[in-house]
């Protein structure tokens, strides 16, 4: 079975930096695409960027300049990096893997447990 594992999250101040991490385990042959979405209590989850095992990105236009994602492909892991952070970047940040072909199963759509970044004025 499949797992995307998140780490990274924390407290930062303003104009921070944080780096998160997400891997899959298991015996995977291939992963489509992978991203991360974000949630703040009480509002709707939020795509935060996304890349392809190509190494094509997309951003949301509320990080885009300030985030950097990157994927790994040997190592199943996909990386943000967030630079110049603000107070609303505070949020439960969620790793996606999509199209995954695995050993024992193929999934189109996974998600990881999430990871709590908080940014401080």
């Known amino acids: 079975q499949v797992h995307l594992m998140e780490s990274g999250g924390g407290l930062a101040q303003a104009g921070g930096s944080l780096r998160l991490s997400c891997a899959a385990s298991?015996?995977?042959?291939?992963?489509?695409?992978m991203g991360w979405h974000r949630q703040i209590p009480g509002k709707e989850r939020e795509m935060v960027a996304g890349i392809t095992n190509g190494g094509s990105a997309i951003y949301s236009n509320a990080v885009r300049g300030r985030f950097t994602i990157s994927m790994d492909n040997a190592k199943n892991t996909v990386y943000l990096q967030m630079d110049n952070l603000k107070p609303e970047d505070s949020a439960h940040y969620y790793c996606?893997?999509?199209?995954?072909?695995?050993?024992?199963?193929?999934?189109?759509?996974?998600w990881g447990q999430g990871t709590l970044v908080t940014v401080s004025s």
């Open positions: 298991g015996t995977i042959f291939s992963i489509n695409s």
């Open positions: 996606t893997a999509v199209r995954v072909r695995s050993e024992k199963e193929d999934y189109p759509e996974l």
